[in-house]
């Protein structure tokens, strides 16, 4: 099965809205939002039942236990993190504790333990074949990459049949990123003609090329900035990385969103790029040996 991952290098691009056409026109039997810090993608993919919920145990965290406690003073003075404070008892700020272990190590009476904390909450949407794996991460944790690749494992081991998965990415060049390109076939990069576009679209080029990934390039919005859509396509040119096309910017679009459906749904311009992108990129991931790696 071939997965398609879909990313952008920062926010606000069009991302998702183009993952959600996509799926959309492969009818894809399985895909995921692997935007763990803040997914969208079922605001605008239909589910007709309510999600399997697991909840995700990333990093431990420390708890102090006052019957035991001496005041010694050891953790609060070896917590790099500042996350133990006196107010009458010594107590653990969950949100600043790293899990580490230091002050378990240094307490002289084995006062403090290390707990299981709950990261995160994973979602598994199954219906008729059909299969959408996300997840939400939990305000503070720092365990996202490790969600990511949860999500992903857990829209693999759900999938009954199809040929083709399709993954919505996050923006930027961060854990999660980097888990998300961890094994599928092609990256696509939604780009957006602004300095800080070209600039972010740079960084996330560089990422994907770690990985050895087949990486191709759309540009969303290229009307509001012709001249940077120009920049865009000689970048890519000079990296020789396949160009995909071109979507404009489209405020029925944003009617369509606001609606809960995707810009295929409807008769607009932007979805009619999109399709020529579809099609385009299905033509070349699904071509034996097709395509440039980046």
């Known amino acids: 099965m071939k997965q398609l991952l879909i990313l952008s290098g920062k926010g606000g691009t069009g991302k998702t809205t183009i993952a959600s ?58 917590c790099r993190f500042d996350s133990i404070s006196v107010d009458k008892k010594y107590k653990v700020d969950p949100f600043a504790c790293e899990g580490c272990g230091v002050c378990k190590a240094v307490c002289p009476v084995e006062a403090i333990s290390l707990k299981p904390a709950v990261a995160g909450e994973l979602m598994l949407y199954a219906n008729e074949g059909e299969v959408f794996s996300t997840a939400q991460l939990k305000m503070g944790s720092g365990t996202s990459g490790m969600l990511v690749t949860e999500v992903k494992k857990q829209m693999k081991s759900e999938i009954v049949n199809g040929n083709l998965a399709i993954i919505d990415g996050s923006p930027g060049i961060g854990c999660p990123v980097i888990a998300s390109l961890s094994g599928v076939d092609m990256v696509l990069i939604v780009a957006e003609p602004s300095i800080s576009g070209i600039s972010d679209l740079e ?10 990934t087949m990486t191709v390039i759309c540009i969303n919005k290229f009307d509001t900035n012709v001249e940077n859509t120009e920049k865009i396509e000689a970048l890519c040119k000079k990296q020789r990385l396949t160009f995909m096309g071109r979507i404009p910017f489209d405020s029925n679009a944003v009617k369509a969103i606001n609606n809960g459906r995707t810009i295929v749904d409807i008769d607009c311009a932007s979805g009619a790029a999109v399709k020529a992108v579809y099609n385009k990129t299905m033509k070349l991931l699904f071509e034996e040996g097709g395509g440039l790696r980046s």
């Open 21 to 78: 056409a996509f799926i959309k026109l492969a009818n894809a039997k399985a895909y995921a939002d692997c935007d763990v810090d803040a997914p969208n993608l079922h605001l605008i993919t239909e589910q007709s039942s309510q999600p399997r919920k697991t909840d995700y145990y990333g990093l431990p965290k420390a708890e102090i236990n006052p019957e035991l406690c001496i005041e010694c003073d050891r953790c609060r003075q070896n």
């Open 203 to 212: 960084r996330i080029i560089k990422t994907a090329a770690k990985f050895g």
